[in-house]
């Protein structure tokens, strides 16, 4: 019986299925040219007939400050039908194992920091992704609770701020990094003297690599077996003013970096602890500067070739 990796055409789920080929293991991908996991039939159906071993749930809408900001309904309706029907689904078909994928905007806006695992729910929420925060939050309690009533050795795992080959590119919607890559490639290649940013550049942010992240999940559903959500981050922080000049050199770009201060920042500072899942064995392999420069490479190339999400 095959893994299922949901969400296999985004930026985790794709790094996930590639791990998994490379490892010579079957694994059937879900997005949504295949089914539309807010389709609770439809979703149940296309897991009774493949009968999978594992599921990794890395679907889900995603976007940075803006989207989350702009969209709350759409963001908390659609994340807990997706993550509710992929259980309801994996639970109906007594899936062995199940991990599902949050973020470590789950914790509180001003948690003490490095963040641990211990630290959700002691806090208010940053307001501009409260509802995305929300919606992973009910799908940690939802695993725990088919945990402890069905015996599933089902777990969660929050990621960090991930970026890497096939993040999504588009300004409306995109994580920082990658509209910070768009905005510096495309500044360069059209000898733009300028480019404007949001917010003040002060907020603290950890970033990781999406294959260093796929190694953790093939790893902990293989390994893992807990309630305890685990956390899964690089442990180097950086300012995103200095994570913009970063890219900006690895992008070309020698002009100026302007700074609109009327957009939010979001968090002030976000750095998980990453001790519980170090401990068994994981650590990240690609440093940022290394990440940086892959990714950019992988944006041109893809540009030229139309296969940027832009």
């Not at 920091?113 to 630290?119: F, L, S, V």
């Not at 970063?246 to 302007?258: L, P």
């Amino acid at each position: 019986m095959p893994i299922v990796v949901a969400g296999s055409s985004g930026l985790v789920g794709s790094a996930i299925m590639r791990a998994y080929e490379a490892a010579g293991v079957k694994v059937v991908g879900i997005n949504r040219a295949t089914v539309d996991l807010r389709d609770e039939l439809a979703t149940k159906k296309f897991i009774s007939q493949v009968k999978p071993t594992i599921i990794i749930d890395a679907a889900g809408r995603v976007g940075g400050i803006n989207g989350n900001n702009s969209y709350p309904v759409e963001f908390l309706v659609e994340n807990i039908q997706i993550q509710n029907n992929l259980m309801g689904a994996a639970h109906d078909a007594q899936v062995e194992k199940f991990v599902f994928l949050g973020s470590s905007c789950i914790y509180p806006r001003d948690c003490q920091q490095p963040i641990k695992e211990d630290y959700l729910l002691t806090g208010p929420l940053e307001p501009t992704n409260s509802a995305y925060a929300i919606a992973k939050i009910t799908g940690i309690e939802l695993i725990n609770s088919y945990r402890k009533e069905f015996g599933y050795k089902w777990i969660s795992l929050m990621p960090t701020n991930l970026y890497g080959p096939r993040d999504n590119f588009n300004l409306e919607g995109s994580h920082v990094l990658p509209a910070l890559i768009r905005k510096f490639v495309e500044a360069t290649d059209s000898n733009r003297q300028s480019v404007e940013l949001w917010g003040t550049g002060k907020p603290l942010r950890e970033f990781l690599h999406v294959e260093d992240m796929s190694r953790a999940v093939l790893k902990m559903a293989n390994e893992y077996d807990s309630e305890i959500h685990l956390n899964i981050g690089s442990g180097v922080e950086i300012s995103i003013k200095k994570l913009a000049h970063k890219v900006a050199a690895a992008a070309g770009f020698t002009g100026q970096i302007n700074w609109n201060s009327q957009y939010p920042d979001g968090m002030p500072r976000k750095v998980l602890d990453s001790s519980r899942i170090n401990a068994l064995g994981w650590k990240p392999k690609i440093s940022l500067d290394q990440g940086i420069e892959s990714t950019i490479a992988w944006y041109r190339s893809a540009l030229a070739q139309g296969g940027v999400r832009k």
